[in-house]
């Protein structure tokens, strides 16, 4: 997998943790997210999965290095990321002045990131997903970027089946 963190090191990973997912309440709130719960693994948030699937369970096998990982989240939440996601490191947790919704957050976040590196490559997830592999997601994301490096379509969408 080091080859792997290699190869991707134009590539950003955006993570989307705004929401609060108010068909959870009361089981969420808009003071803690379900991004930010143990809703798929007892010991391990929404979002801690999220960023364990992006770089690695193995510290010598880094899939994406956590510098290239940014995360848009409400403005409330930003310390909530920060602490259970202190790898992160803190210019890269982006609080969204105000709830828009997921294309303005993005937006955003793109305009972050290409003021950051022009030539940035960003590929925008989720932070409540359930993927049971990471090895699967892993092995999606570098034909992923294969793609977009072979200068195929600028847009691409990868989904992940059982």
């Keep these: 997998m080091q ?4 190869s991707l090191s134009c590539m950003f990973s955006v993570i989307m943790a ?9 089981f969420t709130s808009s003071e803690m997210g379900k991004q930010f719960k143990a809703i798929t693994n007892p010991e391990t948030t929404m979002i801690q999965e999220t ?4 770089t690695g369970t193995d510290a010598s096998k880094t899939f994406i290095d956590p510098s290239r990982i940014l995360v848009s989240t409400n403005a409330g939440y930003v310390g909530l990321v920060q602490e259970q996601i202190p790898e992160i490191p803190e210019g890269n947790v982006i609080g969204e002045p105000m709830m828009r919704n997921t294309a303005p957050a993005i937006a955003m976040l793109m305009k972050h990131l290409v003021d950051r590196d022009l030539n940035a490559i960003a590929a925008v997830l989720p932070a409540d997903h359930l993927i049971d592999s990471a090895e699967v ?3 999606g994301w570098q ?3 294969d793609s977009v490096h072979d200068r195929l379509v600028g847009r691409r969408r ?3 089946y059982r």
Aim: a positive charge; glycine letters at 16%.
């Design 137 to 139: 997601f892993r092995s």
């Design 143 to 145: 034909r992923l970027h």
């Design 18 to 26: 705004g929401g609060w997912g108010s068909r959870l309440a009361p």
């Design 51 to 54: 960023f364990r699937r992006l």
């Design 158 to 160: 990868m989904g992940i």
């Design 3 to 6: 080859a792997a963190a290699q």
